[in-house]
Structure formats: C-alpha cells, structure tokens
Nanobody, 121 residues
Framework: QVQLVESGGGLVQAGGSLRLSCAAS??????MGWFRQAPGKEREFVTA????????DYADSVKDRFPISRENANNTMYLQMNSLKPEDTAVYYC????????????????WGQGTQVTVSS
C-alpha cells in the first residue's frame, strides 16, 4: 500500500480559504479522493480525481467551491477549499483506490491520518 500524508488544515473564518495537500510515498496510478468526517457523523465523500486529472467527481455540497487537482510528478494531490462554511468543519482524509471513482469509503485502499479543518462563523 502507498502511504498518504495530509497537510494544510487549520482554523479559518467563514468565507476564507485553505489548501490541503496529500503526499503519497510513491507514484500511484490510482484514483485519489478526499473524504471528511465531522464529530458524530459518518465519513462522507468530498471529491475524487483520476490519475491523469481528466476526470473528477464532486459532492454537491462542495461543487464549485473545492477544486481538486494532482501533480503526479511529485506524487501530490491538492484540495483548494474556497468560500468555507462552518458546516465544512471536519477532519479531512485523502485516500486512493484502483480502477474507477467511487463515493464509498469502503472502496478505497490506503488512507492518510487526516487533517483538521475548522471554520468559525
């Protein structure tokens, strides 16, 4: 399995921006995705991207606010989080999976340890 490490979380006011990074220990040809989990809630899909970056999928709640991207040359995926809302507060995880995209956590192989994002009102 590839090792994944997230970074870039923090505390931000509503309307602000953050950029999360997910660094992989080696090159991965897999789809990669972002999930989030708020206290007391299930882990939920945020967005995913194909190896080449040509295919993306977004949850309705973040569409047009959280563009996903990846730079395979340095084995890193990014999540640009704009117009943040208090309801975006959660621990954000990156993960990878073979073959096609999926919105289900159970379909993903490797997971990072998560990075906390807190949005104040």
């Amino acid at each position: 399995q590839v090792q994944l490490v997230e970074s870039g979380g923090g505390l931000v006011q509503a309307g602000g921006s953050l950029r999360l990074s997910c660094a992989a220990s080696r090159r991965t040809l897999y789809y990669m995705g972002w999930f989030r989990q708020a206290p007391g809630k299930e882990r939920e899909f945020v967005t995913a991207i194909s190896w080449g970056g040509g295919r993306t999928d977004y949850a309705d709640s973040v569409k047009d606010r959280f563009p996903i991207s990846r730079e395979n040359a340095n084995n890193t995926m990014y999540l640009q989080m704009n117009s943040l809302k208090p309801e975006d507060t959660a621990v954000y995880y990156c993960a990878d999976k073979p073959l096609g995209s999926s919105r289900y956590p159970r379909d993903y192989d490797s997971w990072g340890q998560g990075t906390q994002v807190t949005v104040s009102s």
